[in-house]
């Protein structure tokens, strides 16, 4: 990757509760690059969803603790709201998990997205062509503009916040398991229109968050796998399936049943145990106590290193 | 064991019940003792409508359900109490399954009263415990927690140990690890088939193929109401016969095998039932 839309060092972000804080992103480093499609993968809790929402808005219980985020060379404010709000929706823009929530059920669609471009101070009527060859792109009619989101099923609600989203060509945009309450083949279309989408340049770069690890192979550049509020493996995406080299990765992989694998020919196994408490994280390796290959170095903290060119792993036995 | 025949159910929709929606259109299936059916479909493909008529919590439109040569329809009283002995649901959420003011094993004290009356203390504690470690629970780590202090993949479980407690013949899976995460999702898959291989029959309802065919010996495929092509788990996997079953295999994101890109039309969805 030759250039680096955004830059993410050692952030870090955490939840204010009664009981303490929740060390929820506990200093992550990475970067994307100009046009690739990076899929951030991990079980639910590991801070996957904060690390997406951390980039865009800070929501009122998250507190930025640490680390810069850096968005075509310019640091974002990310603990600034008020100034965020000038980066939102034209250079950092989300497709949140929910996208039936995210239309508001009192507007018609096509005035909905007036109002929205004008907050913004973009004039609607300029826009507009680019917006109906956007919906014919994925495959909806104009005519959604004069219902309401009530009107619409849940994968044609997805692609339509998908479009009205990336409108303003945003460099950065974050998809937050935009595909998880949708059907095979509407998750399929709608992963594919997110690849094109970054083709045709309408986004530059993408972090595609998910908890299915063979959904993000089928679109991703390059897989980023978290545990517990840590990266633990970032690696292109073929050399992140086929040479995994954190056994975290390693058994996630091996417990996904494939079409073809049958229980009484393979047994296919889980991990034992579960992710640790982040309220009280322990120290050294966070997988320490579900991990087959843990040895008194783990009780230190693995940096995230590379460890094969453009594969980062944090764990002490794959360097 | 379990047999479906011709079984339709629709809704009255619309003002005054004008219109009619056929969810479900003369579905034939069954389920014998030991064997797992997988019962695949997308959203309202009426998939769990079925999974409700068969556990009575729906009314059937016409034809049958029979438990043992017997009409489901027809039970009442006592006769459904026990039929509720040999068959029982576990469904998506398992969140949503538990009363968040109580502790997590009041879903299975609850079974006390109306089905073992009169058991003692000693044996109920040694039963609980018993269906508690068939679903590889530690009885130690959950019994006594509220349902935010256990995880989801360990409500879940306690569910299906609900299940157990009644040594039932028949479970109803509907969508019940969609909401787990990968790691822990196994655990439940793997513990289902330790149940079939104890003589459990199965229905197993689920969206998602893959999950289906690792378990499964028959598959059903179900299209807006229809059952559109069904058969050994092997075959309808290995060589689907149906346009249908064809195209959402190719939709299955799998590790290791690339979608192919070359169509890259969005389809239109299927008309939505209102």
Redesign the interface.
């Given at each position: 990757m030759s250039t680096v839309t955004l830059k993410v060092d050692n952030l870090k972000v955490w939840y204010r509760t009664l009981r303490g804080d929740v060390q929820a992103l506990d200093g992550v480093s990475f970067g994307v690059g100009d046009g690739e499609v990076v899929g951030l993968a991990g079980e639910s809790g590991c801070g996957k969803s904060t690390l997406g929402k951390s980039l865009i808005r800070l929501d009122g219980r998250m507190r930025h603790v640490g680390g810069t985020v850096e968005l075509d060379g310019k640091e974002l404010p990310i603990a600034d709201s008020g100034r965020m709000s000038g980066f939102r929706f034209k250079e950092v823009s989300i497709i949140p998990q929910y996208a039936m929530s995210a239309l508001n059920p009192t507007r018609r669609i096509g005035r909905m997205v007036a109002e929205l471009l004008e907050s913004r101070g973009v004039r609607a009527d300029g826009v507009h062509q680019e917006l109906l060859r956007r919906l014919e792109l994925v495959g909806l009619d104009p005519e959604v503009l004069d219902r309401y989101p009530i009107e619409l099923s849940g994968g044609m609600k997805q692609r339509m916040v998908m479009v009205l989203s990336t409108l303003l060509n945003p460099s950065l945009l974050i998809a937050d398991e935009i595909t998880s309450a949708l059907d095979v083949s509407t998750q399929k279309a709608v992963a594919e229109a997110l690849v094109d989408f970054r083709d045709r340049h309408y986004v530059k770069s993408t972090i595609f968050i998910t908890h299915d690890l063979s959904l993000v192979y089928q679109i991703a550049d390059s897989i980023i796998v978290m545990y517990a509020g840590k990266l633990a493996e970032k690696a292109p995406t073929d050399a992140l399936v086929s040479s995994p080299r954190h056994p975290y990765t390693r058994m996630l992989i091996s417990a996904l049943p494939e079409v073809g694998v049958r229980f009484g020919t393979r047994r296919l196994r889980g991990i034992p145990g579960s992710p640790p408490s982040l309220l009280d994280p322990p120290t050294g390796c966070r997988f320490r106590d579900r991990c087959p290959l843990a040895f008194e170095k783990c009780a230190e903290q693995p940096p995230f290193l590379e460890v094969a060119p453009d594969h980062f792993a944090a764990c002490w036995k794959a360097f | 064991m379990l047999r479906l025949e011709r079984v339709s159910k629709s809704y009255r929709v619309g003002t005054f019940g004008g219109r009619e929606l056929v969810a479900v259109r003369e579905v034939s299936l069954q389920v014998r003792p030991g064997e797992v059916v997988s019962l695949i479909g997308?959203?309202g493909s009426g998939k769990s409508t079925i999974g409700r008529m068969i556990l009575r919590l729906t009314s059937v439109t016409s034809g049958t359900i029979s438990f043992e040569d017997r009409d489901v329809a027809a039970f009442k009283g006592d006769r459904l109490r026990t039929y509720y002995a040999d068959v029982q649901g576990v469904f998506q959420d398992p969140f949503s399954c538990y009363n968040p003011v109580f502790k997590a094993d009041r879903v299975l004290e609850l079974l006390r009263g109306p089905y073992f009356p009169g058991m003692d203390g000693r044996r109920w504690r040694d039963k609980l415990e018993a269906s508690l470690e068939a679903v590889r629970l530690d009885p130690g780590q959950v019994l006594g927690k509220y349902p935010h202090q256990l995880?989801?993949?360990q409500l879940q479980r306690m569910l299906v140990a609900r299940a157990l407690l009644l040594d039932i013949r028949l479970l109803v899976a509907d969508e019940i690890i969609s909401m787990l995460?990968?790691?822990?999702?196994?655990?439940v898959?793997?513990l289902l088939?330790d149940l079939k291989a104890r003589g459990l029959g199965i229905l197993f309802i689920t969206?998602?193929?893959?999950?289906g065919?690792?378990?499964s010996d028959t598959a059903v495929i179900l299209h807006r109401g229809q059952v559109v092509e069904s058969g050994p788990?092997?075959r309808v996997?290995g060589q689907p016969e149906h346009p249908y079953t064809r195209?959402?295999?190719a939709?299955?994101?799998?590790?290791?095998r690339?979608?192919d890109?070359r169509s890259?039309?969005?389809?239109?969805?299927a008309g939505?039932g209102g």
């Open positions: - | 997308e959203s995880s989801g993949g995460d990968a790691s822990t999702r196994i655990d898959l793997n088939g969206h998602d193929l893959s999950l065919n690792y378990l788990a092997d996997f195209s959402l295999l939709s299955v994101p799998q590790l290791h690339k979608w890109r890259h039309a969005v389809p239109e969805p939505e």
